[in-house]
Each structure stands twice: as C-alpha cells, then as structure tokens.
C-alpha cells in the first residue's frame, strides 16, 4: 500500500466576513508562494464578469455527466439539460 502523502498543486481559500460575504481569495502553491485579491481592490465591472463565469462554469460542469444518475444508460442531452437545470434552479433559489 502507498503511504505517500501529496499536497496539492495550489489551495484556493475565500475568505469571508462575519456577514458571508467575500473580502479576499487566496492562493497558495506548495513551493511556498502566495498569492492574495482583495475583494476591495477589484473594479465592479471584475466582480461582475468573475461572478457571471462562475456561474457559467457552475452550470457548464452539471452537463459534465457520462451516465443518467437514475438509469446508469449513458447521457443524453436531456439528461445533461436536466442536471443543468437542477444547479440552475439551486443558484436562483
């Protein structure tokens, strides 16, 4: 059995105030170096763009699936649509 313990590549953290939302993302590489955005330093229009591909992202990956989680036949668009609509439905809540 491998005992070996690797680290990842790069941490990603967003750290939030008392209220939830977001002042800063950090990065962290495993040879040490960091890397910080403060939320407060971003422009709105960067805010804006960064959220609107997140959610694109968000919603790109849900169509990710190889297999129908109910009947294990592979996907169809249909299927892939509905996993789509069910994170899109999650986000609007």
């Known amino acids: 059995m491998n005992e070996t313990k690797r680290d990842p590549a790069i941490t990603a953290t967003i750290v939030t105030n008392d209220d939830g939302r977001p002042v800063a993302l950090y990065l962290r590489f495993a040879n040490g170096e960091e890397l910080a955005i403060p939320a407060s330093q971003l422009a709105d229009i960067g805010i804006k763009y960064a959220t609107i591909h997140g959610v694109k992202q968000k919603l790109v990956d849900a ?31």
């Not at 129908?68 to 592979?74: A, K, M, V, Y």
């Not at 996907?75 to 986000?91: C, G, W």
């Open 63 to 93: 169509a990710a699936i190889s297999r129908n989680p109910e009947t294990g036949r592979p996907a169809t668009i249909e299927d892939k649509y509905n996993a789509v609509r069910e994170a899109f439905e999650r986000l609007m809540a």
